[in-house]
Protein backbone atom coordinates (compact mmCIF):
# COMPACT_ATOMS: atom_id res chain seq x y z
CA UNK A 1 0.00 0.00 0.00
CA UNK A 2 1.08 3.32 -0.65
CA UNK A 3 1.59 5.75 2.13
CA UNK A 4 0.19 9.42 1.98
CA UNK A 5 3.31 11.19 2.88
CA UNK A 6 2.75 14.92 3.66
CA UNK A 7 5.62 17.23 3.55
CA UNK A 8 5.96 19.84 5.76
CA UNK A 9 5.32 22.34 3.20
CA UNK A 10 2.33 20.67 2.74
CA UNK A 11 1.48 20.49 6.52
CA UNK A 12 2.27 24.47 6.53
CA UNK A 13 -0.39 25.11 3.53
CA UNK A 14 -3.21 22.44 5.38
CA UNK A 15 -2.64 25.08 8.55
CA UNK A 16 -2.19 28.25 6.74
CA UNK A 17 -5.26 26.76 5.40
CA UNK A 18 -7.62 26.36 8.18
CA UNK A 19 -6.42 29.72 9.66
CA UNK A 20 -7.79 31.15 6.47
CA UNK A 21 -11.37 29.92 6.89
CA UNK A 22 -11.32 30.74 10.42
CA UNK A 23 -10.78 34.20 9.20
CA UNK A 24 -13.14 33.89 6.87
CA UNK A 25 -16.04 32.52 9.04
CA UNK A 26 -15.12 35.71 11.58
CA UNK A 27 -15.49 37.67 8.07
CA UNK A 28 -18.74 36.40 7.20
CA UNK A 29 -20.01 37.06 11.19
CA UNK A 30 -18.62 40.85 10.50
CA UNK A 31 -20.54 41.19 6.97
CA UNK A 32 -23.43 39.59 8.72
CA UNK A 33 -23.60 41.88 11.98
CA UNK A 34 -23.67 44.85 9.05
CA UNK A 35 -26.26 44.34 7.07
CA UNK A 36 -28.58 41.91 8.51
CA UNK A 37 -28.20 40.80 12.01
CA UNK A 38 -31.14 41.84 14.44
CA UNK A 39 -30.19 44.34 16.91
CA UNK A 40 -30.54 41.52 19.42
CA UNK A 41 -27.24 39.72 18.61
CA UNK A 42 -24.99 42.35 19.58
CA UNK A 43 -23.47 40.61 22.41
CA UNK A 44 -23.75 37.22 21.06
CA UNK A 45 -21.77 38.39 18.12
CA UNK A 46 -19.16 39.86 19.88
CA UNK A 47 -18.67 36.60 21.26
CA UNK A 48 -18.50 34.33 18.31
CA UNK A 49 -16.57 36.55 16.45
CA UNK A 50 -13.35 37.19 19.44
CA UNK A 51 -13.71 32.91 19.94
CA UNK A 52 -13.21 32.56 16.20
CA UNK A 53 -9.92 35.58 15.72
CA UNK A 54 -8.85 33.69 19.19
CA UNK A 55 -8.75 30.60 17.22
CA UNK A 56 -7.19 31.77 13.97
CA UNK A 57 -4.40 33.92 16.34
CA UNK A 58 -3.23 31.02 18.69
CA UNK A 59 -3.23 28.62 15.77
CA UNK A 60 -1.16 31.27 13.78
CA UNK A 61 1.27 31.99 16.25
CA UNK A 62 1.40 28.66 18.00
CA UNK A 63 4.97 26.97 17.94
CA UNK A 64 3.60 24.48 15.42
CA UNK A 65 3.67 26.92 12.71
CA UNK A 66 7.16 28.30 13.80
CA UNK A 67 8.37 24.31 13.70
CA UNK A 68 6.75 23.96 9.95
CA UNK A 69 8.17 27.18 8.85
CA UNK A 70 11.50 26.48 9.82
CA UNK A 71 11.38 23.49 8.72
CA UNK A 72 10.64 24.10 5.42
CA UNK A 73 12.92 27.05 5.36
CA UNK A 74 13.41 29.84 3.16
CA UNK A 75 13.29 29.75 -0.82
CA UNK A 76 13.72 32.03 -3.71
CA UNK A 77 10.68 34.51 -3.15
CA UNK A 78 10.26 34.76 -7.32
CA UNK A 79 8.55 31.78 -7.10
CA UNK A 80 4.88 31.33 -6.33
CA UNK A 81 6.05 28.83 -3.37
CA UNK A 82 8.73 31.53 -2.14
CA UNK A 83 6.44 33.89 -1.90
CA UNK A 84 4.14 32.38 -0.40
CA UNK A 85 6.28 31.65 2.53
CA UNK A 86 7.87 34.61 2.72
CA UNK A 87 4.97 36.80 3.42
CA UNK A 88 3.33 33.62 6.05
CA UNK A 89 6.89 33.96 7.75
CA UNK A 90 6.50 37.86 8.33
CA UNK A 91 2.96 38.25 9.14
CA UNK A 92 4.51 34.82 11.34
CA UNK A 93 7.21 37.11 13.08
CA UNK A 94 4.91 40.41 13.51
CA UNK A 95 2.28 38.01 15.14
CA UNK A 96 4.83 36.57 17.35
CA UNK A 97 7.05 39.36 17.99
CA UNK A 98 3.90 40.86 20.30
CA UNK A 99 3.71 39.65 23.89
CA UNK A 100 -0.03 38.34 24.48
CA UNK A 101 -0.42 40.97 27.45
CA UNK A 102 0.06 43.90 25.29
CA UNK A 103 -1.92 42.56 22.70
CA UNK A 104 -4.40 41.89 25.06
CA UNK A 105 -3.90 45.14 27.06
CA UNK A 106 -4.19 46.93 23.41
CA UNK A 107 -7.50 45.54 22.67
CA UNK A 108 -9.09 46.05 26.39
CA UNK A 109 -7.88 49.71 25.80
CA UNK A 110 -8.99 50.57 22.29
CA UNK A 111 -12.47 48.17 23.22
CA UNK A 112 -12.79 51.11 25.66
CA UNK A 113 -11.63 54.56 23.90
CA UNK A 114 -13.77 53.53 20.73
CA UNK A 115 -17.15 54.10 22.85
CA UNK A 116 -15.19 57.19 24.94
CA UNK A 117 -14.42 58.95 21.12
CA UNK A 118 -18.15 58.47 19.92
CA UNK A 119 -19.03 60.35 23.37
CA UNK A 120 -16.71 62.89 22.71
CA UNK A 121 -17.61 63.90 18.97
CA UNK A 122 -21.16 63.89 19.80
CA UNK A 123 -20.70 66.36 22.72
CA UNK A 124 -17.55 68.22 20.73
CA UNK A 125 -15.80 67.43 24.00
CA UNK A 126 -11.75 66.49 23.60
CA UNK A 127 -11.29 66.10 27.36
CA UNK A 128 -13.73 63.11 27.06
CA UNK A 129 -11.19 61.23 24.83
CA UNK A 130 -7.98 62.43 25.80
CA UNK A 131 -7.70 60.40 28.61
CA UNK A 132 -7.98 57.22 26.28
CA UNK A 133 -5.73 58.48 23.91
CA UNK A 134 -3.03 58.93 26.64
CA UNK A 135 -3.28 55.18 27.24
CA UNK A 136 -3.22 54.23 23.33
CA UNK A 137 0.23 55.87 22.83
CA UNK A 138 2.67 54.10 25.10
CA UNK A 139 1.10 50.91 24.12
CA UNK A 140 2.02 51.85 20.42
CA UNK A 141 4.77 52.77 21.51
CA UNK A 142 5.76 49.63 23.07
CA UNK A 143 4.40 47.38 20.19
CA UNK A 144 6.89 49.73 17.91
CA UNK A 145 9.50 48.48 20.15
CA UNK A 146 8.81 44.70 19.90
CA UNK A 147 8.29 45.08 16.26
CA UNK A 148 11.56 46.68 15.75
CA UNK A 149 12.67 49.14 12.89
CA UNK A 150 15.48 50.43 11.77
CA UNK A 151 15.22 54.02 11.54
CA UNK A 152 12.00 55.01 13.42
CA UNK A 153 9.49 53.55 15.52
CA UNK A 154 6.27 54.89 13.06
CA UNK A 155 8.44 52.69 10.54
CA UNK A 156 7.31 49.16 12.73
CA UNK A 157 3.39 50.45 12.74
CA UNK A 158 3.15 51.80 8.88
CA UNK A 159 4.72 48.30 8.14
CA UNK A 160 1.08 46.86 9.27
CA UNK A 161 -0.53 48.06 6.85
CA UNK A 162 2.22 49.16 3.85
CA UNK A 163 4.87 46.34 3.97
CA UNK A 164 7.92 47.75 3.38
CA UNK A 165 7.25 51.21 3.48
CA UNK A 166 8.96 53.88 5.58
CA UNK A 167 8.61 57.29 6.97
CA UNK A 168 10.92 58.77 5.35
CA UNK A 169 10.02 57.93 2.04
CA UNK A 170 6.08 58.77 2.89
CA UNK A 171 8.03 62.18 4.17
CA UNK A 172 9.31 63.28 0.54
CA UNK A 173 6.04 61.83 -1.26
CA UNK A 174 3.93 64.40 0.86
CA UNK A 175 6.79 67.14 0.55
CA UNK A 176 6.04 66.90 -2.91
CA UNK A 177 2.20 66.74 -2.86
CA UNK A 178 2.33 69.83 -0.28
CA UNK A 179 4.38 71.91 -2.77
CA UNK A 180 1.94 71.06 -5.86
CA UNK A 181 -1.10 70.52 -4.00
CA UNK A 182 -1.08 74.05 -2.20
CA UNK A 183 -0.56 76.43 -4.86
CA UNK A 184 -3.17 74.74 -6.45
CA UNK A 185 -6.03 75.21 -4.06
CA UNK A 186 -4.65 78.68 -3.68
CA UNK A 187 -5.58 79.32 -7.15
CA UNK A 188 -9.31 77.34 -7.17
CA UNK A 189 -9.94 79.87 -4.22
CA UNK A 190 -8.89 83.06 -5.38
CA UNK A 191 -10.37 82.40 -8.74
CA UNK A 192 -13.45 81.21 -7.41
CA UNK A 193 -14.86 84.34 -6.32
CA UNK A 194 -18.27 84.36 -5.42
CA UNK A 195 -19.85 81.44 -7.76
CA UNK A 196 -22.82 79.82 -7.23
CA UNK A 197 -22.87 76.85 -5.94
CA UNK A 198 -21.46 74.47 -7.84
CA UNK A 199 -22.10 70.99 -5.90
CA UNK A 200 -26.10 72.00 -6.02
CA UNK A 201 -27.01 69.72 -8.67
CA UNK A 202 -26.11 66.70 -6.43
CA UNK A 203 -28.97 67.65 -3.97
CA UNK A 204 -32.50 66.73 -4.90
CA UNK A 205 -34.52 63.95 -4.91
CA UNK A 206 -33.03 60.76 -5.99
CA UNK A 207 -35.27 57.82 -5.91
CA UNK A 208 -33.32 55.35 -3.72
CA UNK A 209 -34.83 52.39 -6.17
CA UNK A 210 -33.41 53.87 -9.05
CA UNK A 211 -30.12 54.81 -7.47
CA UNK A 212 -29.38 51.38 -7.06
CA UNK A 213 -30.59 49.97 -10.38
CA UNK A 214 -28.02 52.71 -11.93
CA UNK A 215 -24.90 51.68 -9.64
CA UNK A 216 -25.60 48.12 -10.45
CA UNK A 217 -25.71 48.84 -14.61
CA UNK A 218 -22.07 50.91 -14.02
CA UNK A 219 -20.45 48.41 -11.92
CA UNK A 220 -21.66 45.10 -13.92
CA UNK A 221 -19.68 47.80 -17.15
CA UNK A 222 -17.17 47.86 -15.01
CA UNK A 223 -16.67 44.07 -15.00
CA UNK A 224 -17.77 43.10 -11.57
CA UNK A 225 -18.90 39.65 -11.46
CA UNK A 226 -22.33 38.87 -9.52
CA UNK A 227 -21.39 35.24 -9.84
CA UNK A 228 -18.75 35.62 -7.22
CA UNK A 229 -20.11 38.48 -5.06
CA UNK A 230 -23.30 40.71 -4.09
CA UNK A 231 -24.14 44.09 -2.86
CA UNK A 232 -26.32 45.18 0.06
CA UNK A 233 -26.71 47.86 2.48
CA UNK A 234 -24.60 49.17 5.16
CA UNK A 235 -24.26 51.99 7.17
CA UNK A 236 -20.61 52.39 6.05
CA UNK A 237 -19.88 50.89 3.21
CA UNK A 238 -16.87 48.31 2.63
CA UNK A 239 -16.11 45.30 1.03
CA UNK A 240 -15.27 42.06 1.92
CA UNK A 241 -13.98 38.84 0.69
CA UNK A 242 -14.13 35.37 1.54
CA UNK A 243 -11.81 33.38 -1.33
CA UNK A 244 -11.71 35.17 -4.83
CA UNK A 245 -15.31 33.16 -5.51
CA UNK A 246 -17.11 35.43 -2.80
CA UNK A 247 -15.98 39.06 -3.08
CA UNK A 248 -18.89 41.26 -1.38
CA UNK A 249 -19.86 45.08 -1.56
CA UNK A 250 -21.86 47.32 0.14
CA UNK A 251 -23.39 50.77 -0.19
CA UNK A 252 -25.18 53.28 1.90
CA UNK A 253 -28.12 55.55 -0.08
CA UNK A 254 -29.52 59.10 0.52
CA UNK A 255 -32.70 60.01 -1.37
CA UNK A 256 -31.50 63.43 -1.05
CA UNK A 257 -27.83 63.20 -2.19
CA UNK A 258 -26.81 61.56 -4.82
CA UNK A 259 -22.54 61.40 -4.17
CA UNK A 260 -22.62 58.92 -1.31
CA UNK A 261 -24.15 55.59 -3.26
CA UNK A 262 -23.39 57.05 -6.60
CA UNK A 263 -18.97 57.10 -5.97
CA UNK A 264 -19.54 54.81 -2.89
CA UNK A 265 -20.36 51.40 -5.18
CA UNK A 266 -17.75 52.74 -7.43
CA UNK A 267 -15.02 52.50 -5.22
CA UNK A 268 -15.95 49.58 -3.03
CA UNK A 269 -16.24 48.04 -6.56
CA UNK A 270 -12.87 49.32 -7.25
CA UNK A 271 -11.57 46.79 -4.31
CA UNK A 272 -13.95 44.29 -5.13
CA UNK A 273 -12.13 43.88 -8.78
CA UNK A 274 -9.09 43.40 -6.95
CA UNK A 275 -10.11 41.11 -4.89
CA UNK A 276 -12.14 39.05 -7.68
CA UNK A 277 -8.99 39.17 -10.01
CA UNK A 278 -6.91 37.15 -7.74
CA UNK A 279 -5.31 34.13 -8.94
CA UNK A 280 -7.87 31.51 -7.53
CA UNK A 281 -4.87 28.99 -6.82
CA UNK A 282 -3.86 31.62 -4.07
CA UNK A 283 -6.98 31.03 -2.06
CA UNK A 284 -6.59 30.25 1.81
CA UNK A 285 -3.08 31.18 1.55
CA UNK A 286 -1.44 34.40 2.89
CA UNK A 287 -1.04 35.20 -1.02
CA UNK A 288 -4.81 35.09 -1.40
CA UNK A 289 -5.69 38.88 -0.99
CA UNK A 290 -4.75 42.26 -1.80
CA UNK A 291 -0.92 42.97 -1.12
CA UNK A 292 -1.20 45.83 0.79
CA UNK A 293 -3.70 49.08 1.97
CA UNK A 294 -2.33 51.73 -0.38
CA UNK A 295 -2.27 49.39 -3.21
CA UNK A 296 -5.58 48.52 -2.68
CA UNK A 297 -6.85 51.99 -1.98
CA UNK A 298 -5.24 52.63 -5.49
CA UNK A 299 -7.78 50.32 -6.64
CA UNK A 300 -10.80 52.37 -5.30
CA UNK A 301 -9.43 55.56 -6.14
CA UNK A 302 -8.95 54.13 -9.53
CA UNK A 303 -12.33 53.24 -10.40
CA UNK A 304 -13.98 55.75 -8.65
CA UNK A 305 -12.25 58.90 -9.72
CA UNK A 306 -9.74 58.41 -12.58
CA UNK A 307 -13.08 56.34 -14.50
CA UNK A 308 -15.97 57.77 -12.05
CA UNK A 309 -15.32 61.33 -12.59
CA UNK A 310 -13.77 62.07 -15.68
CA UNK A 311 -15.22 63.20 -18.63
CA UNK A 312 -15.09 60.49 -21.06
CA UNK A 313 -17.04 58.14 -18.94
CA UNK A 314 -20.11 61.18 -18.31
CA UNK A 315 -20.24 61.66 -21.90
CA UNK A 316 -21.24 57.86 -22.16
CA UNK A 317 -23.35 57.73 -18.61
CA UNK A 318 -24.83 61.51 -18.20
CA UNK A 319 -27.71 60.83 -20.61
CA UNK A 320 -28.64 57.63 -18.72
CA UNK A 321 -28.30 58.90 -15.23
CA UNK A 322 -30.74 61.80 -16.74
CA UNK A 323 -33.03 59.00 -17.82
CA UNK A 324 -33.23 57.55 -14.57
CA UNK A 325 -33.48 61.14 -12.47
CA UNK A 326 -35.16 63.44 -15.14
CA UNK A 327 -36.79 65.87 -12.50
CA UNK A 328 -33.87 66.52 -10.67
CA UNK A 329 -30.94 66.18 -13.42
CA UNK A 330 -33.56 67.06 -16.81
CA UNK A 331 -32.44 70.73 -16.73
CA UNK A 332 -28.47 70.28 -15.50
CA UNK A 333 -26.89 70.14 -18.83
CA UNK A 334 -23.70 67.96 -18.37
CA UNK A 335 -20.74 70.74 -18.29
CA UNK A 336 -22.81 71.70 -14.48
CA UNK A 337 -22.76 68.00 -13.39
CA UNK A 338 -18.90 67.23 -14.29
CA UNK A 339 -18.46 70.58 -12.78
CA UNK A 340 -20.32 69.31 -9.04
CA UNK A 341 -18.88 66.10 -8.71
CA UNK A 342 -15.50 67.76 -9.22
CA UNK A 343 -15.67 70.90 -7.10
CA UNK A 344 -12.31 71.42 -5.37
CA UNK A 345 -12.57 73.26 -2.03
CA UNK A 346 -10.85 73.28 1.24
CA UNK A 347 -13.45 71.80 4.15
CA UNK A 348 -12.56 70.51 7.55
CA UNK A 349 -13.61 67.26 7.10
CA UNK A 350 -11.36 64.64 5.18
CA UNK A 351 -14.43 62.08 4.36
CA UNK A 352 -15.82 65.25 2.60
CA UNK A 353 -13.00 66.50 0.74
CA UNK A 354 -12.03 66.62 -3.05
CA UNK A 355 -9.58 64.69 -4.67
CA UNK A 356 -6.65 67.70 -4.14
CA UNK A 357 -7.39 68.70 -0.98
CA UNK A 358 -7.84 65.48 0.86
CA UNK A 359 -4.16 64.94 0.98
CA UNK A 360 -3.63 67.82 2.40
CA UNK A 361 -6.03 65.79 5.12
CA UNK A 362 -3.96 63.38 5.74
CA UNK A 363 -0.20 65.02 5.42
CA UNK A 364 -1.97 66.49 8.63
CA UNK A 365 -2.42 64.02 10.22
CA UNK A 366 0.67 62.04 9.52
CA UNK A 367 2.31 64.81 10.80
CA UNK A 368 0.30 64.86 14.27
CA UNK A 369 0.81 61.30 14.76
CA UNK A 370 4.45 61.20 13.98
CA UNK A 371 4.93 63.79 16.62
CA UNK A 372 2.43 62.00 19.13
CA UNK A 373 4.60 58.90 18.84
CA UNK A 374 7.45 60.79 19.61
CA UNK A 375 6.65 62.44 22.23
CA UNK A 376 7.34 65.49 20.66
CA UNK A 377 3.39 66.87 21.07
CA UNK A 378 1.35 66.01 24.48
CA UNK A 379 -2.30 65.00 23.84
CA UNK A 380 -3.55 68.15 25.63
CA UNK A 381 -1.41 70.22 22.90
CA UNK A 382 -3.43 68.05 20.26
CA UNK A 383 -6.75 70.09 18.91
CA UNK A 384 -4.56 73.16 18.96
CA UNK A 385 -1.93 71.64 16.84
CA UNK A 386 -4.58 70.21 14.53
CA UNK A 387 -6.40 73.57 14.36
CA UNK A 388 -2.94 75.32 13.38
CA UNK A 389 -2.64 73.15 10.73
CA UNK A 390 -5.65 73.33 9.25
CA UNK A 391 -5.30 76.81 9.04
CA UNK A 392 -1.93 76.35 7.67
CA UNK A 393 -2.73 73.79 4.61
CA UNK A 394 -6.03 74.33 4.05
CA UNK A 395 -6.90 77.38 5.15
CA UNK A 396 -9.66 76.54 7.13
CA UNK A 397 -10.53 76.45 11.25
CA UNK A 398 -12.92 73.88 12.64
CA UNK A 399 -15.93 75.22 14.51
CA UNK A 400 -15.12 72.96 17.02
CA UNK A 401 -13.11 69.70 17.94
CA UNK A 402 -15.96 67.34 16.49
CA UNK A 403 -15.38 69.04 13.19
CA UNK A 404 -11.32 69.07 13.96
CA UNK A 405 -9.46 66.60 16.22
CA UNK A 406 -12.37 64.34 17.18
CA UNK A 407 -13.81 63.50 13.25
CA UNK A 408 -12.05 60.05 12.75
CA UNK A 409 -12.31 56.85 14.59
CA UNK A 410 -8.64 55.87 13.34
CA UNK A 411 -6.69 56.57 16.57
CA UNK A 412 -9.60 55.50 19.18
CA UNK A 413 -8.77 52.18 17.41
CA UNK A 414 -5.16 52.29 17.82
CA UNK A 415 -4.59 52.90 14.10
CA UNK A 416 -0.95 54.85 14.26
CA UNK A 417 0.53 54.68 10.30
CA UNK A 418 -2.74 53.76 9.04
CA UNK A 419 -3.84 57.04 7.36
CA UNK A 420 -0.88 57.26 4.68
CA UNK A 421 -1.91 54.74 2.89
CA UNK A 422 -4.87 56.52 1.29
CA UNK A 423 -2.66 59.32 0.11
CA UNK A 424 -0.25 56.54 -0.93
CA UNK A 425 -3.59 55.23 -2.80
CA UNK A 426 -4.45 57.85 -4.52
CA UNK A 427 -0.52 58.65 -6.03
CA UNK A 428 -0.61 55.06 -7.07
CA UNK A 429 -4.03 55.44 -8.59
CA UNK A 430 -2.57 58.31 -11.57
CA UNK A 431 0.49 55.92 -11.72
CA UNK A 432 -0.99 52.68 -12.22
CA UNK A 433 -3.30 54.08 -14.66
CA UNK A 434 -1.03 56.62 -16.61
CA UNK A 435 0.87 53.21 -17.48
CA UNK A 436 -2.49 50.95 -18.69
CA UNK A 437 -2.84 53.91 -20.96
CA UNK A 438 0.25 53.68 -22.41
CA UNK A 439 0.14 49.71 -22.85
CA UNK A 440 -3.52 50.48 -24.52
CA UNK A 441 -4.19 54.31 -25.81
CA UNK A 442 -7.33 53.48 -26.71
CA UNK A 443 -8.38 53.03 -23.12
CA UNK A 444 -9.77 56.91 -22.73
CA UNK A 445 -11.96 56.22 -26.31
CA UNK A 446 -13.60 52.83 -24.85
CA UNK A 447 -14.71 54.77 -21.57
CA UNK A 448 -16.20 57.04 -23.47
CA UNK A 449 -18.06 54.03 -25.20
CA UNK A 450 -19.06 52.31 -21.93
CA UNK A 451 -16.49 49.93 -22.83
CA UNK A 452 -14.04 49.30 -19.64
CA UNK A 453 -12.51 45.26 -20.27
CA UNK A 454 -8.85 46.82 -21.88
CA UNK A 455 -8.87 48.82 -18.28
CA UNK A 456 -9.81 45.77 -16.55
CA UNK A 457 -7.98 43.06 -18.15
CA UNK A 458 -4.52 45.47 -18.24
CA UNK A 459 -5.41 45.60 -14.17
CA UNK A 460 -6.05 41.91 -13.58
CA UNK A 461 -2.87 40.69 -15.75
CA UNK A 462 -0.61 43.12 -14.21
CA UNK A 463 -1.80 44.02 -10.42
CA UNK A 464 -5.04 41.75 -9.10
CA UNK A 465 -3.99 38.27 -10.37
CA UNK A 466 -0.39 38.68 -8.01
CA UNK A 467 -2.39 38.88 -4.68
CA UNK A 468 0.14 39.47 -1.95
CA UNK A 469 2.85 37.56 -4.33
CA UNK A 470 4.85 40.76 -4.36
CA UNK A 471 5.20 43.52 -2.11
CA UNK A 472 3.83 46.91 -2.38
CA UNK A 473 7.21 48.62 -3.47
CA UNK A 474 7.84 45.69 -5.77
CA UNK A 475 4.23 45.45 -7.51
CA UNK A 476 4.70 48.99 -8.49
CA UNK A 477 8.52 48.74 -9.65
CA UNK A 478 7.59 45.74 -11.86
CA UNK A 479 4.10 47.26 -13.05
CA UNK A 480 5.44 50.99 -13.53
CA UNK A 481 9.68 50.75 -13.59
CA UNK A 482 9.85 52.94 -10.89
CA UNK A 483 8.95 53.46 -6.87
CA UNK A 484 6.26 55.26 -5.88
CA UNK A 485 6.27 59.08 -7.62
CA UNK A 486 4.00 61.79 -7.00
CA UNK A 487 4.77 63.44 -10.18
CA UNK A 488 2.04 61.24 -12.55
CA UNK A 489 -0.50 62.47 -9.78
CA UNK A 490 0.19 66.20 -9.52
CA UNK A 491 0.19 66.31 -12.96
CA UNK A 492 -3.16 64.90 -13.04
CA UNK A 493 -4.26 66.97 -10.32
CA UNK A 494 -3.10 70.36 -12.49
CA UNK A 495 -4.49 69.35 -15.45
CA UNK A 496 -7.88 68.44 -14.25
CA UNK A 497 -8.60 71.13 -12.00
CA UNK A 498 -6.79 73.86 -13.99
CA UNK A 499 -9.50 72.88 -17.15
CA UNK A 500 -12.14 73.11 -14.73
CA UNK A 501 -11.56 76.24 -13.32
CA UNK A 502 -9.86 77.66 -16.23
CA UNK A 503 -6.26 78.45 -14.42
CA UNK A 504 -3.47 78.84 -16.99
ZN1 LIG B 1 -11.33 52.28 0.16
Given at each position: ?????????E????????????????????????????????????????????????????DG??????????????????A?????R?????????????????????A????????????????????????????????????????H??????????????????????????E????????V????????????????????????????????????????G???????????????????????F????L???????M?????????????????????????????????S?????????????????Y????E?????????????????????????????????????????????????????L??T????????????????????????????V?WS????????????G?????????E?????????????????????????????????????????????????????????????????????
Amino acid sequence: MKEKHETAYEKLKDRLATISDLSSANGLLFWDRQTYMPEGGVAGRAEQMATLSRLAHEMFVDDGTGGLLDAVGEQDPSSEEGAMLRRARREYERATKLPSDLVAEITRTTALAEPAWVRAREEADWSLFAGHLEKILPLKREAAEHLGYEDHPYDALLDGYEPGTKKAQLEKMFEELKEGIAPLVRAVSEWEGDEEDRAAPLYGDFDEAEQEEFGKAVISAFGYDWERGRQDRSVHPFCINFGPGDVRVTTRFEEGWLAPALFGTMHETGHALYEQGINPDYARTPLGSGTSMGVHESQSRLWENLVGRSRPFWSRYYPKLQEAFPEALGRVGSEAFYRAINVLEPSPIRVEADEATYNLHILLRFELEVALLEDALSVTELPNAWNAKMEEYLGVTPKNDAEGVLQDVHWSNGLFGYFPTYTIGNVLSVQFFDEAVKAHPEIPDQIKEGRFSTLHGWLRENIYRHGSRYYPDELVEKVTGRPLDPAPYLRYLKSKFGELYGLS
